[in-house]
Nanobody, 126 residues
Framework: QVQLVESGGGSVQAGGSLRLSCAAS????????MGWFRQAPGKEREGVAVIYIRSGNTYYADSVKGRFTISRDNAENTLFVQMNSLKPEDTAMYYCARRSRFGPCYTLNPREFDYWGLGTQVTVSS
């Protein structure tokens, strides 16, 4: 059974950094697309960054390009996102997710992802 557990959230001031981790278990194949998503109160869940685990190819939302970096440790089956130059508008619950079918990433649409963690809160104050 696929399980995803996020960690690393917290409260920081604008301009600060956080690194989120997602520990994945229940599978070992690397041929999946995984990503980070976020949802602020009153807003829809949105894709932040995705990565094809096998190749490392990445895609980012325009709002985080140049500030966030998604990466993975295949040996540890762990997904990361390094978040720098954080802004108050980055405040949200952040979720890790994985698509159920094999293949590279082609979208940041949360509806294309099937397995989700419970999330970790990120709060950025001005």
């Amino acid at each position: 059974q696929v399980q995803l557990v996020e960690s690393g959230g917290g409260s920081v001031q604008a301009g600060g950094s956080l690194r989120l981790s997602c520990a994945a278990s229940g599978y070992s194949d690397s041929g999946y697309c995984m990503g980070w998503f976020r949802q602020a109160p009153g807003k829809e869940r949105e894709g932040v960054a995705v990565i094809y685990i096998r190749s490392g190819n990445t895609y980012y939302a325009d709002s985080v390009k140049g500030r966030f970096t998604i990466s993975r440790d295949n040996a540890e089956n762990t997904l990361f996102v390094q978040m720098n130059s954080l802004k108050p508008e980055d405040t949200a619950m952040y979720y890790c997710a994985r698509r159920s079918r094999f293949g590279p990433c082609y979208t940041l649409n949360p509806r294309e992802f099937d397995y989700w963690g419970l999330g970790t809160q990120v709060t950025v104050s001005s």
